[in-house]
């Protein structure tokens, strides 16, 4: 059994900052790609930000500059920084890992999410 557990979510002025972090815990062998996704109100989910086992990174043209996503392998743990936060910005973020558990499968998961709200 894998769980995801996210933090750090909550309402911030615009221009502000929030960190949020993603522990992955449970039968795991190790964990591939580690990803942020969002979804506001109304709105499909996207994909914000993604960083591999190597540490290569990709982030939504919508928060270029802005996010940095980051990981500690030996932590089990994944990272969102955003700073320079807009209103635009508000949704509830989800985190997302691809984990080979102790009985080499590979499954994808996902965390239970957490609010950010950004107010003008």
């Known amino acids: 059994q894998v769980h995801l557990v996210e933090s750090g979510g909550g309402l911030v002025q615009a221009g502000g900052s929030l960190r949020l972090s993603c522990v992955a815990s449970?039968?795991?062998?190790?964990?591939?790609?580690m990803r942020w996704y969002r979804q506001a109100p109304g709105k499909q989910r996207e994909l914000v930000a993604a960083?591999?086992?190597?540490?290569?990174?990709n982030y939504a043209d919508s928060v270029k500059g802005r996010f940095a996503i980051s990981r500690d392998n030996a932590k089990n743990t994944v990272y969102l920084q955003m700073n320079s936060l807009k209103p635009d910005d508000t949704a509830v973020y989800y985190c997302?890992?691809?984990?080979?558990?102790?009985?080499?499968?590979?499954?994808?998961?996902w965390g239970q999410g957490t609010q950010v709200t950004v107010s003008s």
């Open positions: 997302y890992c691809r984990i080979t558990t102790m009985s080499i499968n590979t499954y994808d998961y």
């Open positions: 449970g039968s795991i062998a190790s964990i591939r790609d």
């Open positions: 960083i591999t086992t190597g540490g290569n990174a």
